[in-house]
């Protein structure tokens, strides 16, 4: 590149600038509701003008090309993972916590459930640990046992209501 065409490429980068920088970061402002992210990509919408104009590249229309970079990199804004500081949300009110209180409660109910089913008859142990320990369906449990599905239904449904009695009063 000679000293005369980078002269004249300047000349039509200020001027573009001058025309449509206002314009864009109106655009880009609109779109990302962030004043310095809005500038940055302005900037960086000049930059890559700049780039390619040095690069012996041909620009018909110099407004069309700096929209579209701009919405390009706008595109790329938005698919960019936010990352969001914990200072600036611990002043919007936002503040940590670890409750396991309700899954440690789901476990001891759940271990309570699991010793309270030994104190079933025989026949409904079976039935309920095939069921609710070992997530067999009522086909799986047939087959398992040679009784029928509505055998197995019945009888979980009896094993069931013993272990709520038992649940009750432990």
Do not use: C
């Amino acid at each position: 590149m000679t000293p005369k065409q980078k002269a004249e490429r300047q000349a039509v980068l200020t001027g573009a600038h001058a025309a449509y920088a206002k314009g864009l970061s109106s655009h880009a402002f609109f779109k990302l509701n962030n004043r310095a992210t809005s500038d940055d990509l302005v900037q960086d919408t000049f930059m890559k003008t700049w780039k390619y104009l040095a690069k012996d590249g041909k620009i018909d229309v110099m407004k069309a090309f700096l929209y579209h970079i701009l919405n390009n990199l706008i595109v790329d804004e938005y698919r960019k993972r936010k990352l969001i500081s914990l200072d600036l949300l611990l002043t919007k009110g936002y503040e940590p916590s670890a409750d396991y209180t309700d899954r440690l409660i789901n476990t001891l109910d759940g271990k309570s459930a699991l010793f309270l089913i030994q104190r079933l008859p025989l026949s409904y142990q079976k039935v309920m640990r095939m069921r609710y320990v070992q997530d067999l369906s009522l086909s799986e449990m047939s087959v398992i046992t040679g009784q029928s599905k509505n055998t197995m239904a019945v009888q979980l449904h009896r094993g069931l209501a013993k272990l709520k009695v038992l649940y009750n009063h432990a």
